[in-house]
């Protein structure tokens, strides 16, 4: 059984040596950490292209010189309280060990406009910082950094060129043992746009082709991860994923929006071991648990971007997983409690925003909030729609929070 983390976890490079393409950005970031004591600005901003290397320079250059990573997520900075209490220790006490540290505060382009005033606060903060700060985004010049940038060290990470890919790719195939044709690395490089994370996916998802096969994946496989078209409901993704083996499969999934994506994972989760049996079972639990991966770090950080990858290991890992489709017709069942108990949770976690949102704007408490969320509930649910429209948007709300009041 192979491992069951994504292949870009397993190959995260484990030392700056192992980061390609990126010689001028970590020479930088080397000497930015190194001789920190003599930099001007205290902090360094890296930033480029999602998937080239961000994060995990930082981390490798960590292990390389031996230093503790000490990450702060993003949403710490939301107010001054939360500065003060893990920010300031952060930046001031030496480590247990008496080891080297280095902060990173990944992805800080994630935060929103109103914590502009946090940014200075940092900034201000880090003047005395005795350890090195990296923040990470993809979009440095996004406005919202318009207060921080001028006092960082900016260090770009470029593209990866597409021989950069191929390059990693092959390395990752030959470990693997994938057997794949040339011009597919070649296809899959330029198709990734510089982007190593998603390079690495879609090696991922083409290894599931022909599991025990010796044929080798050809340009003709490829076509599977560039295909999409609109199928109807869930049975039939369930069945478009079960029953096929070729590109017909993606299809599966544009209707499957991100709100009931996790839904489906439980759909597919449920009737899986109806359809398959064995080794190929395993082979698609694995995939499943891939897409289940990525869905928790977008739950988690709300990094929308991974929907993608979510979507591709939900619909064609497990569909390529089986050797031989079952002919026989399967009944789905939907998925019982758990999915009850899932369904519960996404619509309290709504209502909890939309009360938070509500006791914001009448400047209550959440706890008086709560108690008239049922009664605006009532208001909403009769209003004409030009009304809801403009309750909705006085008070900011989503899409799938206006329906828990509809
Ligand atoms: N320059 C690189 N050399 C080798 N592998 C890379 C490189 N860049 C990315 N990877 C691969 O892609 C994965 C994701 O990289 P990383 O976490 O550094 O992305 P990132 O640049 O921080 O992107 P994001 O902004 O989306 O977080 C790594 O685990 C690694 O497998
Ligand atoms: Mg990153």
Redesign the pocket.
Known sequence: MESKLP???????KSLR?????EEAIKKLSDFVLNYSKQKKKMAFVY??????????V?GLGKDIDYEILEINASDLRNKDRIDVIIKPAITQYSLFKKGKIVLI??IDCLTVKDRGCLQELAKLAEGSSFPIIL???DVWNKKLNTIRSKTLLIE?KK?TIA?IIK?LEE?ARKEDIQIEKNVFMEIASKSSG???A??NDLQLLSYIEPTSKKNITEEDLKILGYREKSENIFNSLKLIFKSKDIEVVKAFDNITSMNMGEFLFWVDENLPLEYKHKDLEKAYNSLSLADIYSKRIMNWQ?W?FLVYINLFLTLGVALSKEKVNPDYISYKKPSRILKMYIQKQKSLKKMAVVEKLAKKTHTSIKRARHDFEIFKIIFTNSSDEIKEDLAKELKLKEEEIEILN
Do not use: C
Request: hydrophobic fraction near 30%.
């Open positions: 292949l870009t976890q397993k190959y995260k490079p192992e980061i390609v393409g990126q480029g292209p999602s998937g080239t290397g961000l994060t995990s320079s981390y990944d992805e990470s985004a993809n990470f990866l950069s990693i990752i982007d190593v994370r390079a690495i990094h971007r």
